[in-house]
Nanobody
Framework: QVQLVESGGGLVQAGGSLRLSCAAS????????MGWFRQAPGKEREFVAG????????YYADSVKGRFAISRDNAKYMVYLQMNSLKPEDTAVYYC?????????????????WGQGTQVIVSS
């Protein structure tokens, strides 16, 4: 079992920045690829960013490429999502997820464990 707890969400003006954090506990963190997803009201949950077990490779949705950055600290069992140049369309609940193995998936069912989510609201 892996437990994931997100933090760092909030209300920010368009153009601003937020840094989301995800604290993991349980099994060996470095065994898991990690991802961030988001879900806006009335929409499906979508992939935002992913990172390999070592942190050596990262992947992004086209909508956030160049604005968001995912990183991890395996010693601290933490994964982060730095979000810059935020837009109103980034408003959503953001979820951290863990996938056992080397491959970073971009679909919900690729992931084995999920956090409870943290709300991000970007005002125009």
């Amino acid at each position: 079992q892996v437990q994931l707890v997100e933090s760092g969400g909030g209300l920010v003006q368009a153009g601003g920045s937020l840094r989301l954090s995800c604290a993991a506990s349980g099994r060996t963190f470095s065994d898991y690829a990690m991802g961030w997803f988001r879900q806006a009201p009335g929409k499906e949950r979508e992939f935002v960013a992913g990172i390999t077990r070592s942190g050596g490779a990262t992947y992004y949705a086209d909508s956030v490429k160049g604005r968001f950055a995912i990183s991890r600290d395996n010693a601290k069992y933490m994964v982060y999502l730095q979000m810059n140049s935020l837009k109103p369309e980034d408003t959503a609940v953001y979820y951290c997820a863990a996938e056992l193995g080397a491959v970073v998936g971009d679909r919900q069912y690729d992931y084995d464990y999920w956090g409870q989510g943290t709300q991000v609201i970007v005002s125009s």
